[in-house]
Antibody, heavy 123, light 110 residues
Framework: EVQLVESGGGLVKPGGSLRLSCAAS????????MNWVRQAPGKGLEWVSS????????YYADSVKGRFTISRDNAKNSLYLQMNSLRAEDTAVYYC????????????????WGQGTLVTVSS | SYELTQPPSVSVSPGQTARITCSGD??????AYWYQQKPGQAPVLVIYKDSERPSGIPERFSGSSSGTTVTLTISGVQAEDEADYYC?????????????FGGGTKLTVL
């Protein structure tokens, strides 16, 4: 059974930093690209970042570029999100999600999601 | 940036058919995907590649595409289908493929 378990969320002051983790199990982690998707309270879903299986390709949403860093450790079956210079608008539940990619078109979608971890940025 | 447009809400009575639309200029060229999200829970994929249903998703969930609009249809709606539904597609307007979500539609079962 595929499982994704996020951790590391909490309350942080504006300008502060936080590191999220996602522990994966039930599948060959090193074979899949992974993502972070967030959802502000009462709002919709927003893709944040993706990382390819070997960390060769990394992409960010414009809203977090230069502040957030995605990484992974395939030996530990873990995905990370280092969040710096946090702003009030970064307050959200952060989900770790596995993606399925179409090799020809490059399109991808999310077949498994974790339960999320809440990040609150407030003074 | 590319946008997908969904109606904020749809209401149906139990047993009726619910149709949730998602519009976007690139949908004729890109697949659409649909997620169901119940309160306090993570999203669940219910339709991929416009009309394919993942294993474990009830047959009453179906998807279709016509021009710039894709539609999620739930036939014989049940109380347990009350949830938020999000469409997703690809944004290829930049230098690489990105993911874009619609704003979400709240399905209310009356």
């Amino acid at each position: 059974e595929v499982q994704l378990v996020e951790s590391g969320g909490g309350l942080v002051k504006p300008g502060g930093s936080l590191r999220l983790s996602c522990a994966a199990s039930g599948f060959t982690f090193s074979s899949y690209s992974m993502n972070w998707v967030r959802q502000a309270p009462g709002k919709g879903l927003e893709w944040v970042s993706s990382i390819s299986s070997s960390s060769s390709y990394i992409y960010y949403a414009d809203s977090v570029k230069g502040r957030f860093t995605i990484s992974r450790d395939n030996a530990k079956n873990s995905l990370y999100l280092q969040m710096n210079s946090l702003r009030a608008e970064d307050t959200a539940v952060y989900y770790c999600a596995r993606d399925i990619r179409d090799g020809s078109s490059g399109e991808y979608y999310f077949d498994y999601w974790g339960q999320g971890t809440l990040v609150t940025v407030s003074s | 940036s590319y946008e997908l447009t969904q109606p904020p809400s749809v209401s149906v009575s139990p047993g009726q058919t619910a149709r949730i639309t998602c519009s976007g200029d690139a949908l004729p060229k890109q697949y659409a995907y649909w997620y169901q999200q119940k309160p306090g829970q993570a999203p669940v994929l219910v339709i991929y590649k416009d009309s394919e249903r993942p294993s474990g998703i009830p047959e009453r969930f179906s998807g279709s595409s016509s021009g710039t609009t894709v539609t999620l249809t739930i036939s014989g709606v049940q109380a347990e289908d009350e949830a938020d539904y999000y469409c997703q597609s690809a944004d290829s307007s930049g230098t690489y493929q990105n993911v874009v979500f619609g704003g979400g539609t709240k399905l209310t079962v009356l």
